[in-house]
């Protein structure tokens, strides 16, 4: 699944990133971060609920989780070299899927660029979200310098997470599928997922496909989250912005040739599976021979999970439920950790501290100071 966290970022975006002759768009901050003092709102508590169910899928087996360390140690270099191989292939098929979405709307950024972009978005979604920096808003402050629209930059973004989605649900069903015929028993937790990813995903095309009417169900939906966003003190969205956002989800949609499709869906799979097979190929450097179906079950279930707990990268979350997972898959509750830890090493703080030289690199060579 993308990184997902949307904080607040306005103060990175402004107007003038965009081209002078382009016409006048409804304005509106991005949106800020959730939540009011002393009140936690379903979010929050969501995500306690997430905890809640890793910590009771994990804590009944926490006496092996001491020799994690000492695992560690037995590392095979051979098959952690070729996880770092792995993840920067799923690195370079981000940066590839950003640059095919950006396309719809006849924007050219180069490859090296975005790559840098992706990268400094994933440090600052990960490492500085109390200072109103996300992924998204760092990402709409450089990719504006380059000529690209605030709205490009969003619509693209929402059309990324769906190719995520999509193919976090063609994995697990392929590989649902794939136990079931060797007669094992199915996982109707990760058939949940699917269904629950397809059903999201259904819900999000009918939004990007339909056309924006005055008092349907997405306005009404608009009024109640500004009655939320009014009881906070934060700026409401009009229905002006709304119907906006919503044709433009839509002529992206439908200016999608067939051969960016496919090019579209292929770099989110080589992106998602190269994660899985980086996993996989952790587990074996650690001596555990897995089936593949599981480890690719166990790393989506996850990454859905860390994803809709709204943490950056999903911290904590991914790492408990994978923990969890793949110890009920056969794996030894410290290798399980251990795996877990390098795997996380690899896949989310390498490529941020990456990220934070490549936001350096960006902010060297961009004209506007950087809290502007």
Partial sequence: MPDQTLAGGGMLVSASDHSSGAAERPKEDLPSLPGSPGRPDLRQLFLIALLAMGAYLLLPQLAGVGDAILLLEQLSPQYVGAALALQTISVLSHAHVVQQ???????????????????????????????GLSGLALRCRYLGERGCSLDATTVAFTIEAVGQAAAHTAMTAIAFTH?????RQPPWASLALVLLVLLLGTATLVMLLANPAKRDWRFRLLHTVNRFRRRRGQPIITDDVLEHRLTELQLSVTNLSASLT????????????????????????????????????????????????SLPAGLLVTETSLSALLNRAG????????????????????????????????????????WS
């Fill in 101 to 131: 979405t950006l396309r719809i709307f006849e924007t050219s950024v180069r490859f090296v660029t975005l790559l840098e972009i992706s990268l400094a978005s994933g440090f600052a979604t990960l490492l500085v979200p109390s200072v």
């Fill in 179 to 183: 136990r079931v015929t060797q007669g």
């Fill in 262 to 309: 496919v090019r579209l869906i292929i770099g989110n799979m080589c992106r998602n599976l190269a994660s899985a097979l980086a996993l996989y190929v952790t587990l074996m450097a650690l001596n555990q021979r897995v089936p593949l179906s599981s480890v690719v079950l166990s790393y989506s279930f996850a990454d859905v999970l860390g994803g809709v707990s």
């Fill in 331 to 370: 794996v030894p509750i410290s290798a399980a950790v251990a795996a877990t830890l390098v795997f996380r090493f690899i896949s989310v703080w390498l490529p941020r501290a990456i990220g934070l030289f490549a936001w350096i690199d960006l902010q060297r060579r961009s004209k506007r100071p950087l």
